[in-house]
């Protein structure tokens, strides 16, 4: 049971990959706990969890990879639940208990 | 938000939304619309004929596995009868291509293709680690790229293969417009919007059967068939200027995605413009005019619409070649710019310049020819790899003494 002085979180999956998981220690996949909400109390969306994600598990300082102005780099794909984030609401889309989200580049060669 | 409903199967879940049109797909339309799609511009310009053995350039990466996937599919359903082989290059270059290759060997067993890897260290006697150890990282894509396009050409001769297909996307293809814009090279412009490259002369074929497809569509095609790929980026960094191309490419992509197709057909439309370069592109001079002009004009909304009839485009060809001696002083010399440079005195100012091609080197004409030096194809006596390769060994030269 979520103690009542403890903020609740949302269980949910996220995922790396096209490279990406280079910038997260080079691993693919993060179980995460997120905030259900950010810190004006509003419901957690894709754009706090971006934030959340490059305060706690960014492990590389090359940052600028991933988020550009605060807003994810152009040419990563974003897909909730296996869907284009743009069918979703992009980063206003409301985070619910064990969403998966992958982040994907195809800005990587090979 | 209640799910939306797949545009075409009006049941499945949409999981997709098409940059090009915005239309929105469940996996399964999505995948079958890319795959027929990739079916069309193959048939509408006339790739591939019957039998053809066909070399799929092949480097572990997103877009020539999603070739290798798409091309195995299309043959099979199709019937296209093409004999397939996986093409791959060793640069050498420790920490990237080693771990690549091992994808592509993978690749070679999950598509049952047979796979021939040529290095550079056997081509050419130097791999990319010890070009950098000799020049530095700066401008060391020169050099790669210049060795890259023969090494395919040679281990396609070794297979006897004429033909290598290459996973080129739209993207890139938007890119290379870009920045031939930014560097007022029209003439390379025209070229680089060709599906189909080299010529009946030349012993080697080049095509890009992605060439309309979007980098997003082929890592979602890869993502939901879950292709094994392998990402990275080359440890040398690439050129900014190409960089700086992409990263714009992207963003405009974000704020407007049908301007990546926008481009690609911007530079086929200047293509045409172009003196002798309408077609030329793929210079074969006759036979093979159906296949050089990439029959885009019904192509389900990634073509252009210019409306041109098979009259015109004799009418094109006809002028094209009356025109080809006069223009033929619009070649880029690239060879020559690279060569000034390794010579230690960097000039900037040494770019190519269209006038001073021929006049200098006392070749006036440009004709394929075979370099003096390896017996390769070249338009110039010594063809470019033979012209860097000299200057690296004389800088390995002087290391060792």
Same mark, same amino acid.
């Given at each position: 049971m979520t103690n009542s002085l403890e903020a609740p979180t949302i269980p949910i999956t996220v995922d790396f990959s096209g490279g990406l998981e280079m910038l997260f220690?080079?691993?693919?996949r993060y179980a995460v706990s997120l905030p259900a909400t950010d810190a004006n109390g509003k419901p957690a969306n894709i754009s706090f969890l971006i934030d959340h994600l490059c305060r706690?598990?960014?492990?590389?300082?090359?940052a600028d990879l991933f988020v550009l102005d605060r807003h994810i780099r152009p040419g990563i794909l974003v897909l909730i639940n296996d869907a284009d984030w743009e069918l979703e609401g992009e980063e206003a889309y409301e985070i619910q208990p064990r969403d998966n989200i992958l982040f994907v580049s195809t800005l990587h060669g090979g | 938000m209640a799910p939306t409903l797949c545009?075409?199967?009006?049941t499945e879940r949409a999981l997709i939304k098409r940059p090009k049109n915005h239309a929105k797909l469940c996996k399964g339309c999505f995948i079958s619309i890319f795959e027929d799609e990739v079916h069309h511009t193959i048939t509408s310009s006339q790739l591939f004929f019957p039998g053809e053995k066909v070399a799929i350039g092949a480097s572990g990466g997103k877009d020539s596995t999603v070739l290798a996937s798409v091309l195995k599919t299309l043959n099979e359903r199709h019937g296209y009868g093409l004999d397939l082989v996986l093409l791959s290059i060793d640069e050498g270059i420790k920490g990237y291509r080693d771990d690549s290759l091992e994808t592509v060997k993978r690749n070679a067993l999950q598509y049952d293709m047979p796979l021939k890897v040529v290095g550079y260290d056997e081509l050419y006697g130097w791999t990319m680690d010890q070009v950098v150890e000799t020049i530095?990282?700066? =401008?060391?894509c020169t050099y790669c790229g210049v060795f890259r396009r023969q090494a395919l050409d040679r281990g396609a001769k070794m297979l006897g293969i004429q033909h290598v297909v290459t996973g080129h996307n739209a993207d890139d293809v938007a890119e290379t417009v870009l920045m031939n814009l930014l560097r007022g090279d029209l003439a390379r412009l025209s070229r680089s919007t060709s599906i189909v490259t080299g010529? *009946?002369?030349?012993?080697v074929k080049r095509s890009k059967?992605?060439?309309?497809?979007?980098e997003k569509e082929i890592v979602l095609y890869a993502h939901h068939k879950k292709l094994d790929y392998f990402s990275t980026e080359c @440890?040398?960094?690439?050129?900014a200027f190409r960089g700086s191309a992409r990263g714009l490419i992207k963003q405009l992509e974000r704020v407007r995605p049908t301007a990546i197709l926008d481009i690609v057909r911007s530079g086929e439309d200047m293509a045409r413009l172009v003196p002798g370069e309408s077609s030329s592109?793929?210079?074969?001079?006759?036979?093979k005019a159906v296949a050089a002009v990439?029959?885009?004009?019904?192509?389900? =909304?990634?073509?252009?619409?210019? =409306?041109?009839?098979p009259g015109d485009e004799m009418a094109a060809m006809d002028k094209q070649l009356r025109e080809n001696e006069a223009h033929?002083?619009?070649? @880029? $010399?690239i060879a020559k710019a690279v060569s000034e440079k390794t010579? =230690?005195?960097?000039?900037?100012?040494?770019?190519?310049?269209?006038?001073?091609?021929?006049a200098s080197k006392g070749a006036p004409r440009q004709v394929l020819g075979k370099c003096k030096?390896?017996?390769?194809? *070249?338009?110039? $006596? @010594?063809?470019q790899a033979c012209m860097l390769l000299e200057g690296l060994n004389k800088n390995r030269a002087q290391i060792q003494i």
């Amino acid at each position: 049971m979520t103690n009542s002085l403890e903020a609740p979180t949302i269980p949910i999956t996220v995922d790396f990959s096209g490279g990406l998981e280079m910038l997260f220690d080079n691993q693919r996949r993060y179980a995460v706990s997120l905030p259900a909400t950010d810190a004006n109390g509003k419901p957690a969306n894709i754009s706090f969890l971006i934030d959340h994600l490059c305060r706690t598990l960014m492990k590389d300082p090359r940052a600028d990879l991933f988020v550009l102005d605060r807003h994810i780099r152009p040419g990563i794909l974003v897909l909730i639940n296996d869907a284009d984030w743009e069918l979703e609401g992009e980063e206003a889309y409301e985070i619910q208990p064990r969403d998966n989200i992958l982040f994907v580049s195809t800005l990587h060669g090979g | 938000m209640a799910p939306t409903l797949c545009a075409v199967c009006k049941t499945e879940r949409a999981l997709i939304k098409r940059p090009k049109n915005h239309a929105k797909l469940c996996k399964g339309c999505f995948i079958s619309i890319f795959e027929d799609e990739v079916h069309h511009t193959i048939t509408s310009s006339q790739l591939f004929f019957p039998g053809e053995k066909v070399a799929i350039g092949a480097s572990g990466g997103k877009d020539s596995t999603v070739l290798a996937s798409v091309l195995k599919t299309l043959n099979e359903r199709h019937g296209y009868g093409l004999d397939l082989v996986l093409l791959s290059i060793d640069e050498g270059i420790k920490g990237y291509r080693d771990d690549s290759l091992e994808t592509v060997k993978r690749n070679a067993l999950q598509y049952d293709m047979p796979l021939k890897v040529v290095g550079y260290d056997e081509l050419y006697g130097w791999t990319m680690d010890q070009v950098v150890e000799t020049i530095g990282k700066k =401008g060391n894509c020169t050099y790669c790229g210049v060795f890259r396009r023969q090494a395919l050409d040679r281990g396609a001769k070794m297979l006897g293969i004429q033909h290598v297909v290459t996973g080129h996307n739209a993207d890139d293809v938007a890119e290379t417009v870009l920045m031939n814009l930014l560097r007022g090279d029209l003439a390379r412009l025209s070229r680089s919007t060709s599906i189909v490259t080299g010529d *009946s002369q030349s012993e080697v074929k080049r095509s890009k059967p992605l060439k309309y497809c979007y980098e997003k569509e082929i890592v979602l095609y890869a993502h939901h068939k879950k292709l094994d790929y392998f990402s990275t980026e080359c @440890i040398y960094s690439p050129e900014a200027f190409r960089g700086s191309a992409r990263g714009l490419i992207k963003q405009l992509e974000r704020v407007r995605p049908t301007a990546i197709l926008d481009i690609v057909r911007s530079g086929e439309d200047m293509a045409r413009l172009v003196p002798g370069e309408s077609s030329s592109s793929c210079a074969c001079k006759g036979q093979k005019a159906v296949a050089a002009v990439p029959a885009e004009d019904d192509m389900g =909304g990634c073509g252009s619409t210019s =409306g041109r009839t098979p009259g015109d485009e004799m009418a094109a060809m006809d002028k094209q070649l009356r025109e080809n001696e006069a223009h033929e002083g619009l070649e @880029i $010399d690239i060879a020559k710019a690279v060569s000034e440079k390794t010579d =230690g005195t960097e000039k900037q100012k040494g770019l190519p310049i269209r006038s001073a091609n021929g006049a200098s080197k006392g070749a006036p004409r440009q004709v394929l020819g075979k370099c003096k030096r390896c017996g390769y194809m *070249s338009s110039q $006596d @010594i063809c470019q790899a033979c012209m860097l390769l000299e200057g690296l060994n004389k800088n390995r030269a002087q290391i060792q003494i």
